[in-house]
């Protein structure tokens, strides 16, 4: 069973950083891990994804501020977000692409706010 579990999140002023952090459990290696985001009445936005190789693809608005990484060995994903603004405010969820399988973390709130 594939399980992932978000951490990092929290309350942060407008400038301020955060490192969001998302353990997967119950798989090899992974194809393509990602971060999403969603606020109350609005659909879920990409933010940003990478493969088992290294490679990165960022959502224009948060390219610059945040930077994807991922280790391996411990099948954990990070998000690096610097200059935080008060739109980055959303609940923000670990994707995993697994043997063609799509998998979801539970979320994580991130609110940036003064």
């Known amino acids: 069973q594939v399980q992932l579990v978000e951490s990092g999140g929290g309350l942060v002023q407008p400038g301020g950083s955060l490192r969001l952090s998302c353990a997967a459990s119950?798989?090899?290696?992974?194809?393509?891990m990602a971060w999403y985001r969603q606020t109350p009445g609005k659909e879920r936005e990409f933010i940003a994804q990478?493969?088992?190789?290294?490679?990165?693809n960022y959502a224009d608005s948060v390219k610059g501020r945040f930077t994807i990484s991922r280790d391996n060995a411990k099948n954990t994903l990070f998000l690096q977000m610097n200059s935080l603004k008060p739109e980055d405010t959303a609940v923000y969820s670990c994707?995993?692409?697994?043997?063609?399988?799509?998998?979801w973390g539970q979320g994580t709130q991130v609110t940036v706010s003064s």
């Open positions: 990478v493969t088992n190789s290294g490679s990165t």
């Open positions: 994707y995993a692409l697994y043997w063609g399988n799509s998998y």
């Open positions: 119950g798989t090899g290696s992974i194809n393509v």
